[in-house]
C-alpha cells in the first residue's frame, strides 16, 4: 500500500518514534510533566508571554500524546510555573533597583547559611523589615561571624551587583541572581549586632563539632584534611587551585564537594548496615530518611544535596508503598516540586548538572551498557557450573566494571554539554577517572563518618581519620594522574591569537597577561591575593593560558598574587624582580619561597631585556635604587616598555613624578605609543615633561572609586584628551585587550566598552 506514491515503510520511523515516545510518557509521567515545566520556565525567561505561548502548546502536545488528563497536567503546571517565575523574578528585579544605592541604612536580617570567613565574613540572608523584607541580599561584614539562623543588624550600604569587568572572569552578579540574590549589602566598619537564637546555637555546634570530629588527628592546614572535609561535608579548601584543578580536569570535581553521588553514598552505606543488621526493607526506608536529610543538613543543603535527598525520599518511598521504584519518576517529582515553588532554581549551573547528570544516568544507561557488553560476556562453551570459583569471580568482578563504565560513559556524555557551556571544558577522561575515584570517595566517606561514630573513643577515631589522610593522598595523586593524561581534557574558547591583556581590578591591585596563544605566556604583575584567586585564575583557566613567567613591577601587596599562590597555581620557572630589598613580607616570600619552589629570580637592575613569546621583547627602561627599602613601595616601581611587532607599550604601574624625574634623567628613550598607567597613592604622575618625552597616542588608565587616592580626577583624562592623547578610562571600559591584527594595526578594546581604539600601523 502507498500514500500518494509514497511506499509505507517510508512513514514506519516517523511512527515507531511517535510510539516510542508515547510509551516513554506513560512510564515515567513524571518526568515528562516536568520536561514540560522546564520548556515552559526557559520560555518565560525570555518574556512572560513566551512561557504562557510554551504552556499552551505543550497542553496540546500532551493531549495528542496521552489524552486530555495529560494535555491538562502539561498546561496547567507549565502555566503556574510561569507565574511563579514571573512573580519572584519581578519581585527581584524591583529590589534590585530599589536597593542598589541606598546609604545609611539601618537593615535587620536573618542569616540563611553559615557566614564564610573569619575576622570579614559573607553570607546570604533574608531581610526581616522595611519595603523589601523577604528579599535575599549578599551581606558583607566583620566581626565573628554568624551562623545560619541568627538574627544580624547593623548600619551600611546597599550596593549593586557586582558585574564581570575582564573577559573570562567569573560573573558573580548572574551567580548571586541565580541564589535569589538582589542586592550586596556592606556593613560598614562596626561590627554587626548578632541574635543568635537557642536552636541555631545548636544546629551550629553540632555542625561545627562534625567538621572537627572529621580530621581529629590530622593537622589542620594538611592537605589530608582539606581533601576530608571538601569530600565529607563540602568545604571548598582556601587557597587549593592547583588541588581543585587536578580534580576539575580529571572530570571528578562533583567528587570534591558534596553532591547527590555523596548523599546517595550515605544511603547506599545506611542501606547496607540496616541490610547486615536484619532490619526489614519498609522499615530500613524509615530509618534511611533521617539519615539522609540529616546528612544533607549538616554538609550545608546544597543544592544537589537537598534535590538528592528528596529523591531518594520519593524513590526510597516506592518501597515503603510496595511501587516499583523509577528513578526518572522520582527525578521528575523532586525537579517539578523545585520549579513549581521557584523557576530561578532552573539557572543556577549546580542544580542544571545535578539534574541533568541524573537524567543521563537513568535514560543512557542502557545505551552505553552496549558498548561494554563485551566485558560481561561469559567464555563461549563454558556453563555457569563448569566455571571454577575465581572464573566466576573474574566474570563479577567484569560486570561491575561494565556497569560502573556505562553509568560513566552516560554521566560523562549527559553532563558534557553543561560543563562546556558552564565552564568550557571537555573531560573525556572522566569515565576512566571515575572508575578508581569513586570508590576511593566512597572509601574515604565512610572512613570520614566512622572517625566522627568513633569520636568518643579518641585514640581509635584518630587512628581511622590518619588512615584516612592516605586514602585522601591517594584520591588526590588519582586526580593528578588522570588530569596530566594527554588529551584527557579540552578546554573550550582557548585564546589562540596573541594578546596583551590588562586586567581591571579592585582597590588599585594591578595585572597584566600577554599570552602568544600558543608557545607561552607571561604575568606581569598578578593583582592581590584576592584578585588573583577570583578574577586572574578564572580568566586564565577559562581561555587555558598558562604563564611560565613573571614580571613585578614593585614590592606592593596589590601587584604580588600572595607569592606562593600564584607559583602553586601556575607553572612559574622564572621571575623578574624590581628590588632586591624590602620589608613586605610577601615580596620576601617571592624571594626566598619561589627559589625553593624551583623558580629562577632575576633583577631588573642586573637586567636589560627579556625575550617575550611571540617575538616580542621586554625592555627594562628603569631599576628602582637599591637602597630604598625604607621608602614607599610606590616609589619603586620598574619602568618596562614591551617590543611587540613594531609597536611600544610602556608599563608604569603606579609610578609618580619623582620615579618619572629619575627615568628622564638617565637619559634613555622612553618614547612609546601606549602607556599602561596605575595610580600613585600619594604623588602625582604622568607630568608634562614625562609625557614629552612619551609622546604616547593612547593612555590605558586603572581608575578605581574606592579607595579615593586610588580615583581620578576627570580634568585629568580632559588634560590628556587636549594634548591630543586618546584616553581609555578602566572605570568605564573594564578590563582591556590589546591584539595586532593581520594588516599591523594595534586594536584595544575595553570588555564593557561599545568601539575599540584603533591605532593605524606607520
Known amino acids: 500500500m502507498s500514500f500518494n506514491g509514497a511506499p509505507t515503510s517510508m512513514w514506519k520511523p516517523g511512527y515507531c518514534m511517535i510510539g516510542w515516545l508515547r510509551r516513554f510518557v506513560v512510564r515515567h509521567p513524571l518526568f515528562a510533566v516536568a520536561v514540560a515545566v522546564v520548556i515552559c520556565v526557559l520560555a518565560a525567561h525570555i518574556h512572560p508571554w513566551w512561557g504562557c505561548a510554551a504552556g499552551a502548546v505543550l497542553a496540546c502536545a500532551g493531549f495528542l500524546t496521552g489524552g486530555w488528563r495529560m494535555g491538562l497536567a502539561w498546561g496547567c503546571c507549565g502555566c503556574l510555573a510561569v507565574g511563579v517565575y514571573a512573580v519572584r523574578d519581578g519581585s527581584q528585579r524591583a529590589a534590585e533597583q530599589g536597593l542598589a544605592g541606598s546609604l545609611g541604612c539601618l537593615v535587620k536580617a536573618r542569616v540563611l547559611k553559615d557566614a564564610r570567613g573569619e575576622r570579614y565574613w559573607v553570607a546570604p540572608v533574608e531581610l526581616l523589615d522595611g519595603g523589601f523584607a523577604g528579599e535575599n541580599v549578599w551581606w558583607e561584614g566583620r566581626g565573628e561571624a554568624p551562623v545560619a539562623g541568627a538574627v544580624i543588624t547593623a548600619r551600611g550600604d546597599f550596593m549593586p551587583l557586582p558585574q564581570a569587568r575582564n573577559p573570562g572572569e567569573f560573573d558573580r552578579a548572574a551567580w548571586l541572581r541565580s541564589l535569589g540574590v538582589s542586592a550586596v ?8 549586632e548578632v541574635e543568635t537564637g537557642r536552636l541555631s546555637a545548636l544546629g551550629a555546634q553540632i555542625r561545627h563539632g562534625f567538621r572537627e570530629r572529621v580530621t581529629a588527628g590530622l593537622p589542620t592546614d594538611s592537605r589530608e584534611a582539606a581533601v576530608i572535609r571538601a569530600v565529607v561535608i563540602g568545604e571548598q579548601p582556601p587557597d587549593a587551585d592547583a588541588l581543585i584543578a587536578a580534580f576539575r580536569n580529571s572530570g571528578t570535581l562533583h567528587a570534591f564537594s558534596v553532591s547527590g553521588l555523596h548523599v546517595a553514598m550515605v544511603g547506599s552505606i545506611g542501606w547496607l548496615l540496616l541490610g547486615w543488621l536484619g532490619v526489614p526493607r519498609r522499615w530500613a526506608v524509615v530509618a534511611l530518611l533521617p539519615l539522609i536529610f540529616g ?4 554538609t550545608g543543603n546544597s543544592a544537589p544535596a537537598v534535590r538528592s535527598a528528596w529523591m531518594a525520599a520519593v524513590f526510597l518511598g516506592a518501597f ?46 542502557s545505551w552505553a551498557a552496549r558498548t561494554f557488553a563485551w566485558m560481561e560476556t561469559p567464555e563461549l562453551y563454558l556453563p555457569d557450573r563448569m566455571m571454577t570459583r575465581w572464573q566466576k569471580c573474574w566474570l563479577s568482578w567484569r560486570k561491575k566494571i561494565a556497569q560502573s563504565l556505562s553509568v560513566s560513559l552516560a554521566a560523562g556524555v549527559g553532563s558534557a554539554p553543561l560543563t562546556a557551556y558552564h565552564f568550557g571544558l571537555i573531560t573525556p577522561i572522566s569515565v576512566l577517572a571515575g572508575l578508581v575515584l569513586i570508590p576511593l570517595v566512597f572509601i574515604l566517606l565512610v572512613a570520614g563518618l566512622l572517625g566522627v561514630a568513633l569520636s568518643p573513643l579518641a585514640p581509635v577515631s584518630r587512628f ?38 590588562v586586567y581591571d581590578l579592585d582597590h588599585g591591585a594591578g595585572a597584566s597577561v600577554f599570552s602568544s596563544g600558543s608557545d607561552g605566556a607571561v604575568l606581569i604583575d ?12 578564572p580568566s586564565l583557566r577559562r581561555f587555558g593560558i598558562e604563564p611560565d613567567s613573571v614580571v613585578l613591577s614593585h614590592p606592593d601587596g596589590g601587584h604580588l598574587g600572595g607569592a606562593g599562590a600564584v607559583w602553586s597555581a601556575l607553572p612559574i620557572r622564572q621571575v623578574l624582580m624590581p628590588v632586591r630589598l624590602s620589608r613586605s613580607p610577601t615580596y620576601r616570600s617571592w624571594m626566598i619561597d619561589a627559589p625553593k619552589a624551583g623558580i629562577r629570580l632575576c633583577y631588573a637592575d642586573s637586567t636589560r631585556s627579556l625575550p617575550f613569546p611571540d617575538g616580542a621583547t621586554l625592555e627594562v627602561l628603569h ?16 619602568l618596562y616598555r614591551l617590543h611587540w611587532h613594531g609597536w611600544k607599550i610602556l608599563f608604569t604601574s603606579d609610578a609618580g613624578m619623582a620615579t618619572e624625574r629619575k627615568a628622564l634623567a638617565s637619559g634613555n628613550d622612553l618614547s612609546a605609543d601606549v602607556i599602561i598607567a596605575g595610580c600613585h ?9 614625562f609625557m614629552d618625552a612619551v609622546h604616547p597616542q593612547v593612555i590605558i588608565a586603572s581608575n578605581n572609586l574606592f579607595p579615593l587616592a586610588e580615583r581620578r580626577d576627570p580634568n ?3 588634560y590628556w584628551k587636549s594634548r591630543g592623547i586618546r584616553v581609555v578610562d578602566q572605570a568605564e571600559s573594564g578590563g582591556v585587550t590589546l591584539r595586532v591584527d593581520d594588516s599591523g594595526d594595534l586594536r584595544i578594546e575595553g570588555f564593557l566598552s561599545a568601539s575599540p581604539v584603533i591605532l593605524k600601523a606607520r
Open 464 to 501: 581511622v581519620n590518619r588512615v584516612n589522610g592516605q586514602v585522601a593522598n591517594a584520591s588526590v595523586v588519582s586526580a593528578e594522574f588522570f588530569a596530566a593524561i594527554p588529551g584527557g581534557h579540552w578546554q573550550l574558547g582557548r585564546e589562540i591569537r596573541p594578546t596583551l591583556q
Open 185 to 192: 549589602f556592606h556593613a560598614g566598619n562596626l561590627e554587626s
Open 295 to 298: 546528612y544533607s543538613w549538616i
Open 320 to 365: 515503603a508503598f510496595r511501587r516499583r521504584p523509577d528513578l526518572l519518576n522520582a527525578l521528575g517529582a523532586v525537579l517539578l516540586a523545585a520549579l513549581l515553588w521557584d523557576g530561578r532554581l532552573l539557572f543556577m549551573p549546580g542544580v542544571q548538572l545535578s539534574y541533568g547528570v541524573v537524567a543521563a544516568i537513568a535514560v543512557g544507561t
Open 716 to 718: 585629568t583624562f580632559a
Open 681 to 689: 597613592r600619594t604623588d602625582l604622575s604622568l607630568g608634562d615633561a
Open 623 to 638: 631599576a628602582p635604587d637599591a637602597d630604598g627599602q625604607s621608602s614607599l613601595a610606590d616609589d619603586r616601581v620598574a
Open 526 to 537: 598578578c593583582a592581590d591575593a584576592q584578585g588573583f584567586k577570583n578574577r586572574l585564575m
